[in-house]
């Protein structure tokens, strides 16, 4: 069976498939002081509620955006699973798409794994909007080539730090207002923060697919991921799927090409 791993900055993912079927998935905060002991401690527990133990991992892959966690995730895949994981972004790992930029090794290792799953499922073009620590914009053009994007602060992180530095504002709640004009203080930042984020990604969306495809042909499809996408997905129709799979399915392509006989 497989084991892969998702290390972004807010939280690590693991699922285990046997085969395409994924028998797991699991995530904890994102800690660079965990060691792989721990992880493992915490990972067998959880598998074992599932019936698998760490004798059925015989191969892993992993992405990683958190360099300071990198090394421990390393560890526990060759320490506790006896097996070495196969990484994004190392050399000789096929990912199957050009990455177009000007620095290919800028691309993070989660955008590429969503774009690959996500040109894969759709029909290119495409946006991929990852709303979650920061919010990404991830662009495959007509050929499935990785072109670029878009990266901002993610409605979470905007939301806390205006917390911080506003004596005044409370820490709020990210919800979908009953309408755009605050009557309170606290009506008035979920506004900021909802209807602000939607009229960005709204805008965003459309100087891209503008850019993407000029006249619209062939048309851009719009897929939302990420821990806030579904939320902001159901306020705008410029989005049109939610899919949260995106980056254990690219991973799981990733392994599978790289491992094809």
Not at 83 to 104: Q, T, Y
């Amino acid at each position: 069976m497989l084991l892969a791993i998702d290390a972004g900055n807010t939280n690590v993912v693991f699922a285990v498939f046997d085969g395409d079927e994924k028998r797991g998935q699991w995530r904890i905060s994102t800690d660079s002081r965990r060691t792989a002991d721990e992880y493992a401690v915490w990972l067998f527990s959880l598998m074992a509620v599932k019936g698998l133990k760490p004798t059925d991992i015989d191969a892993a892959v992993m992405s990683s955006v958190v360099p300071a966690a990198t090394f421990d995730l390393m560890r526990l895949c060759s320490n506790h699973f006896h097996c070495e994981p196969m990484k994004v972004g190392d050399p000789g790992v096929d990912l199957g798409i050009k990455v177009l930029l000007d620095n290919p090794k800028e691309a993070g290792a989660d955008r590429l794994v969503n774009s690959i799953a996500a040109a894969q499922a759709y029909t290119p073009p495409l946006i991929i909007v990852d709303i979650g620590t920061g919010t990404t914009f991830d662009v495959v053009d007509r050929d499935g080539n990785f072109v670029g994007g878009v990266i901002a602060p993610g409605p979470t992180l905007a939301l806390d730090a205006l917390h911080k530095v506003a004596a005044q504002l409370p820490k709020v709640e990210i919800v979908r207002p009953p309408q755009v004009i605050g009557k309170g203080t606290v009506g008035a930042m979920q506004s900021g923060m909802f209807w602000g984020y939607t009229s960005m990604i709204e805008g965003l969306i459309t100087r891209i697919s503008a850019e993407l495809s000029p006249g619209g042909d062939p048309p851009v499809t719009v897929i939302a991921t990420g821990g806030l996408g579904r939320t902001f997905a159901e306020a705008t129709p410029m989005i049109h799927y939610v899919d949260n799979e995106l980056t254990m399915r690219g991973l799981l392509s990733v392994y599978k090409r790289n491992t094809a006989a």
